[in-house]
């Protein structure tokens, strides 16, 4: 406030207009109309107001804090539009229940330090974006005693709540898309192994693919980055020089495929030769030149979702809800 003084909930309150218990349900996750949330909580902001988790903690148990858990490299984590993009929408989702989320970085291989970290925190649960079976961490997932949900389905043998969109519906389409415009000889730009969403999408394909008695030339793995894409689909030329298209498991994989074909030691043309699909449609689907033609992620949704989810687990103290899958949406653009 400028003069030393410690903000309190009541100041907020006379800010804001409101009672002390309305403040008080507003910032946290009690009953309050949207307005006198928003109104609250931009008093709070206004005067650099934080709830005391440890008060809040003694009074009802729980702390209000939510781990949001993203087990990779932290200059992947930043670099990835759709984490990014996921971490922003879940913030956005958090704040409006009055939960607070704890961004959870850590070495995908240090299991004891992920632990330690949420032992320290806290939190009543977490949220877990970009989970890859393989990571060490994984086996400190499995083990966490309070509710979790995961966006993206996780392994079969981990029973948890998630969201997810219908990769598999994304593959199919992709392949159906590729055949309508007469392309036959298709290569895929996989994700991950370890992750359930690119072996989802490459089913799909086949599947699509497979009706028609055909079959992918390839399919290569790697992770969702740029340099992966550049470096498979300059393999893929070398190896199937005569290939006319690819579906491209991440916009990202996509960009990087589309460098590669344009650097080429021959003119690849997009899509005159060769036609790519990708898969997210985030803003660089439509930077990119040509234009890219992608399967969109419906983001606000999911993340909505998972925070809704996980409110409820909290709130009853089991998860009745054990699964929410969103639809993907075909995007036609110049390159297919």
């Known amino acids: 406030m400028g003069n030393g003084k410690v903000v309190t909930i009541r100041d907020v ?55 949001l858990a993203v087990p990779e490299p932290t200059p992947f984590i930043f670099g990835d539009a759709f984490i990014a993009g996921m971490i922003s929408r879940l913030s956005l989702s958090f704040a409006e229940r009055g939960l607070l989320p704890l ?34 961490v994984a086996e400190a997932i499995r083990r966490y005693q309070k509710p979790q949900v995961f966006i993206g389905r996780p392994p079969q043998d981990t029973a948890v709540p998630y969201v997810d969109v219908n ?34 999408r490459t089913e799909g394909m086949v599947e699509a693919l497979g009706e028609a008695g055909l079959q992918p030339l390839a399919v290569v793995q790697g992770p969702f980055s740029t340099e992966f894409g550049a470096k498979a689909m300059k393999r893929l030329l070398d190896d199937f020089p005569h290939l006319d298209a690819v579906f491209a498991e991440s916009d990202e994989i996509a960009a990087g495929a589309m460098q590669a074909m344009a650097s080429y030691e021959r003119q690849i043309r997009v ?23 992608s399967l969109a992620q419906p983001l606000d949704a999911m993340a909505d979702g998972a925070v809704r989810m996980l409110e409820e687990c909290l709130r009853d103290g089991e998860c009745r809800q054990r699964s929410e899958i969103f ?10």
Do not use: C, W
């Open 13 to 67: 309150a006379e800010r804001a207009g409101v009672a002390v218990s309305t403040a008080s349900r507003a910032l946290g996750a009690g009953s309050a109309s949207p307005s006198t949330r928003q109104k609250v909580r931009r008093a709070a902001s206004e005067l650099h107001f934080s709830p005391n988790l440890a008060a809040r903690r003694l009074s009802s148990g729980r702390s209000g804090v939510v781990a």
């Open 103 to 136: 961004l959870a970085l850590t070495n995908p291989d240090d299991s004891n330090g992920f632990e330690r970290l949420l032992d320290r925190v806290g939190a009543d649960g977490m949220v877990v974006l970009s989970y890859h079976l393989s990571n060490t």
């Open 167 to 200: 990769n598999h519906a994304g593959g199919y389409l992709a392949g159906k898309r590729l055949l309508e415009i007469g392309r036959t000889r298709i290569v895929v730009i996989a994700g991950p192994e370890d992750m359930t969403a690119p072996v989802d």
């Open 271 to 293: 899509p005159e030769d060769v036609a790519i699909i990708g898969f997210d449609d985030f803003r660089l689907a439509r930077a990119l030149s040509p234009k890219l033609t």
């Open 327 to 336: 639809e993907v949406q075909l995007k036609i653009r110049d390159s297919a």
